[in-house]
């Protein structure tokens, strides 16, 4: 069983940056990955990262823009954002997996377990 906790997120203007944090606790070998749901939309896959942090996905709408990271030692995985825009506006979900590419092909249905969530807001 992981145990996962979010931090970081907060209320910024478009164009300025936010970093969220992930700890995991319990059983850690596994590829990681962060999800963001709107109010009214499905949660939607952000970013993955491999159990090594050799590699890494990301959706579309973020690739240039945010960058996962992870300490393989600390047990935590990162999420760096940058140039936010209001449509990035979310709760963001750090998530498990046994694939890090299986949650960028297949979604929120190959996570094996979610943090609570941090609010991200970015206003225009």
């Known amino acids: 069983q992981v145990q996962l906790v979010e931090s970081g997120g907060g209320t910024v203007r478009a164009g300025e940056s936010l970093r969220l944090s992930c700890v995991a606790s319990g059983r850690t070998l596994y590829a990681m990955g962060w999800f963001r749901q709107a109010p009214g939309k499905e949660r939607a896959f952000v970013a993955a990262i491999d159990q090594t942090g050799a590699e890494t996905w990301y959706d579309g709408s973020v690739k240039d823009r945010f960058t996962i990271s992870r300490d393989v030692a600390k047990n935590t995985v990162d999420l760096q954002m940058n140039s936010l825009k209001p449509e990035d506006t979310a709760v963001y979900y750090c998530?498990?997996?046994?694939?890090?590419?299986?949650?960028?092909?297949?979604?929120?249905?190959?996570?094996?377990?979610w943090g609570q969530g941090t609010q991200v807001t970015v206003s225009s």
């Open positions: 998530a498990t997996s046994l694939e890090a590419a299986r949650l960028r092909m297949y979604g929120s249905s190959q996570a094996t377990s």
